[in-house]
């Protein structure tokens, strides 16, 4: 029962993340990419496995390498972060592969939405709100940035130390939601608020609100839902439904 | 007695192997407006992103001390589905430099931006009015020196007469030195006291009278003369123009 206190409230935090990152990600066409971008952590957990290291700090460590690569490569030759990510993401799948036994790989892939330390809990928590906090310190230089470099250079934002910090702050956010939310539920919860909200706004303000309102509104209506009716093993699923159902309903509301 | 702006001393831009600027140099006095104009790749926005600091360059750039430099780029590739306002645009940018809340709305009163279209999707704007937005979003900040990049390329006449309008009162009023990119050699000869000419391997520089004479245009551009013909017919309704002012000063 602590265990899904401490859970829902980690997984409303992290809606709130996953919210404000998925609407920087949709602006810049990125969006698919936190499900691609999670694969980075795959040759670290195989190699922690090996060594038996705690597979967080492995993951963390090749997830973090491999978005510095992707920074490096759309850095230096001008390729666009998804085809870096891409790159890098082939790489990292295959040595993670190689690496890593079959039953922990897909474990490692899917983190589960039962079990969580309070340990685990915190760290969890102070990685997201770091999150939220630096996407709001950073979204007018992310704003003009992806609305043209060349203005936002023009006007003193230092482009690619920026391309950096976003996507190390999507790597953290991805990691977090692999960790304790699952692969599934942390794409979900990136990609379909954000979406959810361009249908009903074109206003930057309201649509990371409404993207917020709605990955929150998901995780505690899948939460109860679960609770309540289905009781499925994990609220995952229903949370990545419920919000699948938000996005249907906005497309009612249509700005144009 | 002016006082200089801007020097430019060995001036060269490289893509890869490709050298688009040459060994350029120029001088730009305070209060001037120089109009940049060449053919095609001649490099006339490279120099500007250069001037800007936005691209490496080889060679000295040197902004006088207090120059603050407004940039209204040429084209934008910005997504026309981005769930930005041109309020969100601009507040973005007053917030980033810290800017006292009034500016924002000085300028867009200076503008005529009005609280409709401000809130107005940047994807639903008309081409006059996002380059209004432009020129606004180059203003935040009180810049005393104005980038002009093909400021009404692709507008209708009546939309480019009142950017040109604008930019007489800006350099008027305000004392603005004003940096302009222009195909439209009418436009240069109604606006500018100063051209500067881009052309593969030859630049020159001096007041249009001197520039813009068909010898002049037929070398730069190795056209055939209908450039000069356009140019013959907008002079004579050029009168009014800051160049001719300036000559009578």
Known sequence: M??????????????????????????RRMLLAGDVISHLALPGLG??????????????????????????????????????????????LAIGAAVTPREDLAQSLFGQLERISPAGFLLGLAAVLFVIV???????????????????????????????????????????????????????????????????????????????????????????????????????????????VLFSLSLLGRAR | ???????????????????????????????????????????????????????????????????????????IAADRQLPLSAKDLLAAKARFLNLPATELQEVSSELSLTTELLSTGIGALSGGQFQKVLIAFALLGQPNVLLFDEPTASLDEL??????????????????TILLVSHDLSIVYRNANMVLCLSKGKTCMGPPKEILTPAMLQELYASPPQYYQHVHERWREGDSGIAQEREKR
């Open chain 1, 47 to 92: 190699l922690a496995f090996a060594f038996k290291v705690n597979p967080l700090m492995g993951g963390a460590a090749t997830l973090f390498l491999g978005t510095f690569l992707v920074w490096q490569l759309q850095k230096k030759t001008g390729l666009a972060t998804e085809a870096a990510i891409g790159v890098v993401f082939a790489a990292a």
């Open chain 1, 134 to 244: 630096s996407i709001f310190l950073l979204r007018d230089q992310l704003s003009l940035s992806i609305f043209s470099t060349d203005l936002a250079a023009a006007t003193g934002v230092r482009i690619a130390r920026l391309d950096l910090y976003f996507l190390l702050l999507f790597s953290l956010t991805v990691l977090v939601g692999l960790r304790f939310m699952g692969a599934l539920l942390a794409s979900a919860l990136i990609i379909v608020p954000s979406a959810t909200a361009r249908q009903l706004t074109n206003k930057l303000s309201r649509f990371f609100l409404l993207a917020v309102v709605a990955g929150l509104l998901s995780v505690t209506a899948g939460f109860l839902l679960n609770a309540l009716v289905f009781k499925l093993s994990t609220a995952g699923p229903m949370i990545a439904i419920l919000s699948a």
């Open chain 2, 159 to 176: 939309t480019e007469e009142r950017i040109y309008e604008l930019l007489h009162s800006l350099q008027n009023d305000r004392g603005m």
């Open chain 1, 2 to 27: 602590r265990d899904q206190g401490l859970l829902l409230v980690l997984a409303l935090f992290f809606s709130l993340a996953a919210g404000l990152v998925g609407c920087i990600a949709l602006m």
């Open chain 2, 1 to 75: 007695m002016t006082n200089r702006l801007l020097s430019v001393t060995n001036l060269s831009v490289s893509f890869g192997n490709r050298e688009v600027i040459h060994d350029l140099g120029f001088e730009v006095q305070e209060g001037d407006c120089v109009a940049i104009i060449g053919p095609n790749g001649a490099g006339k926005t490279v120099l500007l992103k250069a001037l800007l600091r936005l691209i490496p360059y080889r060679g000295e750039i040197r902004w006088s001390a207090g120059a603050r430099l407004g940039y209204v780029p040429q084209k």
